[in-house]
């Protein structure tokens, strides 16, 4: 299963929550009435104390299904049951599977909450798993958007910062090997999605149409339909610049579209190259995803570690299939690896997830340095790796 994993930014917002007071029979009982009704208006889905996250799973989750109930654009998405904890490390971990969805939060070791959305993605996933996605990410948004903090101008930022590299990394549903033309995560355009886009939306808006900024710089609008119908292009110019100006920027994008389609076969045959390799060395079974950014020079190769006989064997195995894949990709020129190797941890209460319990990077210059002509021990692998994380239980393993 392919995951594509996206950083909601620190915010705030105050959670509405409607509750019926009693028809009161005497003026105390009214004024306790609405005490108790200030204190649950009041009460907070998610703050900020300082530089940390205060996240109230309750008032979340009522936020949350309340907006899924009331919006029609929204109604195939489960409503949030409840919440899974798992720990990792000192990390307290929460999870809760919505539809094709995960949402999490992580409490960090040092106080911070994180906030995050996956799409648990397959080669099932259709135009409307992507819309919805982006759909739920309005939905965090909008949670996230109504907030009076001394920080909020770094708020709103770091969510723009965000919604840009979420739609940015280019990963789109592809029918067999061919791009799906129109889709809200295609390759066709590149959109910047930025706070104020989803802050000008009401309720009434989002259920028919969302609204882009597209690139290059021209800053042309575009409406993208939120249901499964094809996106509409209607692109009506928003830009300050003059015509004269667009009208060049525009000729100049056309001149480099063709070389740009020139360079997407090779591209297509390199990403294809690293899955190949990913799923020799791990197994078809254990193989996740593949995150190739050409443009970057940049890959992130995400695999299940393979079950030996022994836990140190099974430790000591997932460094030799980095170095396996490394080897197997290594005439790909430029390119800077990253894996994300995954495995079944337990907790204390005996509960089962598929945790990140390596995660490694290998620049290109790094990777130009290993000499594989010569015998390359896979217990090098952390010492060789310009970053190197791996979980304790790992650790342990690998130190044995």
Same mark, same amino acid.
């Given at each position: 299963?392919?995951?594509?994993? *996206?950083?909601?930014?620190?915010?705030?917002?105050?959670?509405?929550?409607?509750?019926?007071?009693?028809?009161?029979?005497?003026?105390?009982?009214?004024?306790?009435?609405?005490?108790?009704?200030?204190?649950?208006?009041?009460?907070?889905?998610?703050?900020? $104390?300082? &530089?940390?996250?205060?996240?109230?799973?309750?008032?979340?989750?009522?936020?949350?299904?309340?907006?899924? &109930?009331?919006?029609?654009?929204?109604?195939?998405?489960? +409503?949030?049951?409840?919440?899974?904890?798992?720990?990792?490390?000192?990390?307290?971990? /929460?999870?809760?599977?919505?539809?094709?969805?995960?949402?999490?939060?992580?409490?960090? +070791?040092?106080?911070?909450?994180?906030? /995050?959305?996956?799409?648990?993605?397959?080669? $099932?996933?259709?135009?409307?798993?992507?819309?919805?996605?982006?759909?739920?990410?309005?939905?965090?948004?909008?949670?996230?958007?109504?907030?009076?903090?001394?920080?909020?101008?770094?708020?709103?930022?770091?969510?723009?910062?965000?919604?840009?590299?979420?739609?940015?990394?280019?990963?789109?549903?592809?029918?067999?090997?061919?791009?799906?033309?129109? *889709?809200?995560?295609?390759?066709?355009?590149?959109?910047?999605?930025? *706070?104020?886009?989803?802050?000008?939306? $009401?309720?009434?808006?989002? $259920?028919?149409?969302?609204?882009?900024?597209?690139?290059?710089?021209? &800053?042309?609008? #575009?409406?993208?339909?939120?249901?499964?119908?094809?996106?509409?292009?209607? #692109?009506?110019?928003?830009?300050?610049?003059?015509?004269?100006?667009?009208?060049?920027?525009?000729?100049?994008?056309?001149?480099?579209?063709?070389?740009?389609?020139?360079?997407?076969?090779?591209?297509?045959?390199?990403?294809?190259?690293?899955?190949?390799?990913?799923?020799?060395?791990?197994?078809?079974?254990?193989?996740?995803?593949?995150?190739?950014?050409?443009?970057?020079?940049?890959?992130?190769?995400?695999?299940?570690?393979?079950?030996?006989?022994?836990?140190?064997?099974?430790?000591?195995?997932?460094?030799?299939?980095?170095?396996?894949?490394?080897?197997? #990709?290594?005439?790909?020129?430029?390119?800077?690896?990253?894996?994300?190797?995954? *495995?079944?941890?337990?907790?204390?209460?005996?509960?089962?997830?598929?945790?990140?319990?390596?995660?490694?990077?290998?620049?290109?210059?790094?990777?130009?340095?290993?000499?594989?002509?010569? /015998?390359?021990?896979?217990?090098?692998?952390?010492?060789?790796?310009?970053?190197?994380?791996?979980?304790?239980?790992?650790?342990?393993?690998?130190?044995?």
């Amino acid at each position: 299963m392919k995951k594509l994993m *996206y950083f909601i930014g620190v915010c705030a917002l105050c959670a509405v929550m409607a509750t019926s007071c009693a028809n009161s029979e005497t003026q105390d009982k009214q004024e306790v009435d609405n005490s108790v009704e200030e204190t649950n208006t009041n009460k907070k889905a998610i703050e900020v $104390d300082d &530089e940390y996250l205060i996240i109230d799973k309750e008032s979340f989750t009522d936020v949350f299904n309340t907006m899924i &109930e009331s919006s029609e654009t929204l109604k195939g998405i489960e +409503k949030i049951e409840k919440w899974d904890k798992t720990n990792l490390e000192e990390n307290e971990i /929460y999870k809760t599977s919505v539809s094709n969805f995960i949402i999490q939060f992580e409490k960090l +070791k040092k106080g911070e909450k994180c906030l /995050y959305i996956e799409l648990v993605d397959s080669t $099932d996933n259709s135009e409307e798993d992507y819309n919805n996605m982006l759909a739920i990410m309005y939905v965090l948004a909008t949670i996230c958007e109504d907030f009076d903090n001394s920080k909020s101008e770094e708020f709103k930022n770091d969510m723009l910062e965000v919604f840009n590299d979420v739609v940015n990394t280019k990963r789109c549903f592809k029918n067999g090997d061919k791009l799906a033309d129109g *889709y809200v995560l295609g390759e066709k355009c590149v959109y910047d999605i930025s *706070y104020t886009s989803f802050k000008s939306i $009401d309720d009434t808006t989002f $259920d028919n149409t969302i609204y882009f900024s597209i690139s290059p710089a021209t &800053e042309k609008n #575009i409406s993208a339909s939120m249901s499964s119908e094809e996106m509409s292009e209607e #692109i009506p110019f928003c830009s300050t610049k003059s015509d004269e100006e667009s009208d060049k920027e525009i000729n100049q994008a056309e001149t480099t579209n063709e070389s740009q389609q020139n360079d997407t076969s090779e591209q297509d045959a390199q990403e294809q190259k690293i899955i190949t390799a990913t799923k020799k060395v791990f197994g078809e079974e254990n193989y996740i995803d593949v995150f190739y950014e050409p443009e970057d020079n940049f890959v992130l190769i995400k695999a299940k570690g393979k079950d030996l006989l022994s836990s140190s064997m099974t430790a000591k195995g997932m460094l030799k299939s980095i170095k396996d894949t490394l080897y197997e #990709i290594r005439e790909i020129p430029d390119l800077n690896v990253d894996f994300n190797i995954v *495995y079944t941890m337990v907790n204390s209460a005996g509960d089962t997830s598929d945790d990140i319990v390596i995660k490694a990077t290998y620049k290109n210059e790094t990777r130009n340095n290993i000499n594989w002509n010569e /015998y390359v021990l896979h217990e090098d692998m952390p010492k060789i790796a310009d970053e190197w994380w791996a979980h304790t239980a790992i650790q342990a393993e690998l130190e044995e």
